[in-house]
């Protein structure tokens, strides 16, 4: 493809994708390391366009290389082709896997060597002796994790916009962000605020949208005690610039669910909005969110079928469980298997979690619960999936 026109690495996915009918679409993940072990090698080049992404074009060696191989591409297509039975994810998994072998194999030692075969003799084991019966999967078939890159971007403020009283959207563009994955709908990169000294402030923030097309991030700021996030925000304007870095890895939600319910303050709005925009129809979503009054909430479109239920709290009450569990006791809950996502201050969300539980008995395994601040603690977050 590269030899017939310079693309970037977005248009070699979507033209994949083109030609195999839809059948199958290469994530960031796979592409991006192919592109530059081909420019490692010198079979490719990839510069800067227009102050955006990297166009790739290829080299001299590339075309002769291309021109000596042919037949082993054109006998590698119709593998690629026989794949548009396998379902996308298990297609995601495969790329990734083949990714990461690709990534490892060329330094990796005997010991390494050995640990990687065992890894996927014990992956093969586990496929096999799954079975369509499977009432109560475990945590580690519902949740599976994937890692990333850490790299450190340099963004650039392109557009404001306040979403309500208190809720800021800034959306930041930059060539840096060529590459960058967010799987998860609750993942979370690391935001660098300068504070006059050597070491910069640091937060936690949800990607609320990602525009790999036009290298285009989106983050939602609650705003309300002080502090370097809400002070950025408060006074960010085009031209702004923010050092992120992240994700580390995401975590995704197998799609085996017929329901779910998000529930959480306004710091978990940036990630339950996300969620509810991508969900697919055929699916119910309910939503519990807590905000101060009826001009924070927030309006969701989504393919799924969203009922959304709001709880007004003053926010000096944004540690108090009650008003959250009292909407709860509320709540009916559809009939089918549903998977529960809870974040809030840290003794709110694990009074829910518990809550849903014992009394509505919901199984653990079908829970995430998280503690997204704590009160009295700047930075602070707790794991409550124990």
Known sequence: MIAAAPRHGYEIMTEIETRTAGAYRPSPGVIYPVLSKLEDEGLISCEAADGKRKLCQITDAGAAYAV???????????????????????????DALKAALRGRMGTADTTTIAAMAEAIHAAAETINGLTDQASEPDMNQIITRHRHEIRRRTLTVTN??????????????????????SLGFDDHIKLFFDTGTDKPAMRDYTPRGFDAAANRLTLDFAVHDAGPATDWALNAGVGTQLQIGG????????????????????????????RVEELPAGVQVIT????????????????????????HRPASAATNPAPVLDALRDLPLPEGRGFIWIAAEASVARAAKEYMLTERTHPREWLKASGYWVQGEADAKAKLDD
């Open 160 to 181: 404001t916009q306040r979403l309500t009283p208190h809720m800021i959207r800034v959306e930041l563009e930059s060539p840096e962000l060529e590459g960058f994955t």
């Open 288 to 311: 519990v969110g807590a905000v101060i009054d009826g001009a924070e909430e927030q309006t969701w479109t989504s393919d799924a079928d969203l009922t959304a239920h709001w709880v």
């Open 247 to 274: 994700p580390r890895g995401s975590a995704v939600i197998a799609p085996v669910f017929d329901w779910y319910l998000l529930v959480g303050d306004e710091t978990a709005l940036p990630a339950m909005g996300r």
């Open 68 to 94: 000596a191989n042919h037949k082993r591409v054109r006998s590698a297509l119709p593998h690629r082709g026989g794949r548009h039975n396998v379902p996308f994810p298990v297609r995601d998994a495969m």
